[in-house]
T-cell receptor, first 114, second 111 residues
């Protein structure tokens, strides 16, 4: 069974540009989470999808961030326009819906905004 | 103050030593997770527990719900155990299992 995959693994962009990160969850996992770790800080929650619906987007830092999960499969996280403080590692995780299940993490996308 | 506190932040030990990493939390939880991240690697779930104790190989995780405290133990530590160990808690609202993370403990085992 394939694990959670993320693309790209690393992205370097200039301030003001747009970047789109992609996450493919484990097949059959309706829960999909985005998290982010900025330099020197703990990993923080961004948002949670159940299938294609946004269950909780309380962690999204501002309206420069847009997440979608069309069809309830893969998800994209777009940052437009990117700012320096957006640099960090973006993790995606997926899990089954129901009682508490462990989350399976992707390898992360390292975003560097210069 | 972070809702999830880990200690120590860094730990260096000799191969074979018994390792303990602590985690305290201040919110209601449905479960506590111990995660591992090797240098340059992804995040792997080691344990998910809501009570008592779990064991997997040389790793043992315990949780005390009343004291809001968990420990991760590694017996007979080995250099391949060198990694960042992260404690995280699941929100107590069923259906929203977002994780709140500690800052992690960087463990280095010297041969």
């Amino acid at each position: 069974e394939a694990g959670v995959t993320q693309f790209p693994s690393h992205s370097v962009i200039e301030k003001g540009q747009t970047v789109t990160l992609r996450c493919d969850p484990i097949s059959g996992h309706d829960n999909l989470y985005w998290y982010r770790r900025v330099m020197g800080k703990e990993i923080k929650f961004l948002l949670h999808f159940v299938k294609e619906s946004k269950q909780d987007e309380s962690g999204m830092p501002n309206n420069r961030f847009l997440a979608e999960r069309t069809g309830g499969t893969y998800s994209t996280l777009k940052v437009q326009p990117a700012e320096l403080e957006d640099s960090g590692v973006y993790f995606c995780a997926s899990s089954q819906v129901g009682t508490t299940y462990e989350q399976y993490f992707g390898p992360g996308t390292r975003l560097t905004v210069t | 103050k972070n809702e999830v506190e880990q200690s120590p932040q860094n730990l260096t030990a000799q191969e074979g030593e018994f390792i303990t990493i602590n985690c305290s939390y201040s919110v209601g939880i449905s479960a506590l997770h111990w995660l591992q991240q090797h240098p340059g690697g992804g995040i792997v779930s080691l344990f998910m527990l809501s009570s008592g104790k779990k064991k997997h190989g040389r790793l043992i995780a315990t949780i005390n719900i009343q004291e809001k405290h968990s420990s991760l133990h590694i017996t007979a530590s080995h250099p391949r155990d060198s990694a960042v160990y992260i404690c995280a808690v699941s929100d107590s609202n069923f259906g929203n299992e977002k994780l709140t993370f500690g800052t992690g403990t960087r463990l280095t085992i010297i041969p």
